[in-house]
Nanobody, 121 residues
Framework: QVQLVESGGGLVQAGGSLRLSCAAS????????MGWFRQAPGKERDFVAR????????YYADSVKGRFTISRDNAKNTIYLQMNSLKPEDTAVYYC??????????????WGQGTQVTVSS
């Protein structure tokens, strides 16, 4: 029931910032916990951040805590990932995900197509 489309990826220098967006289709967007995962070449797809249906509860991977902020705008059917103090190890394809548990690193059933984030040193 959910289709997800990411945008906002690109090239950025270490220490810089980038904001990713994920636009969701359908009228049930607000009923899903939403999150971000990332996958570097040759590596597993890893949890980054997740936000509950109301936007009042968030959960972050330790590697991004204090640097990344997840938010959502249910009126626009969109979630965001504000990425600050970017590091080269943040380089990956970032995927939007829907349907997971708010405080879990396990993904839900719905994925976007991914957007590339490259951080140069």
């Amino acid at each position: 029931q959910v289709q997800l489309v990411e945008s906002g990826g690109g090239l950025v220098q270490a220490g810089g910032s980038l904001r990713l967006s994920c636009a969701a289709s359908g009228r049930t967007f607000s009923n899903y916990a939403m999150g971000w995962f990332r996958q570097a070449p040759g590596k597993e797809r890893d949890f980054v951040a997740r936000i509950n249906w109301s936007g009042g509860s968030t959960y972050y991977a330790d590697s991004v805590k204090g640097r990344f902020t997840i938010s959502r705008d249910n009126a626009k059917n969109t979630i965001y990932l504000q990425m600050n103090s970017l590091k080269p190890e943040d380089t990956a394809v970032y995927y939007c995900n829907a349907g997971g548990s708010t405080y879990s690193s396990y993904p839900g059933d719905y994925w976007g197509q991914g957007t590339q984030v490259t951080v140069s040193s």
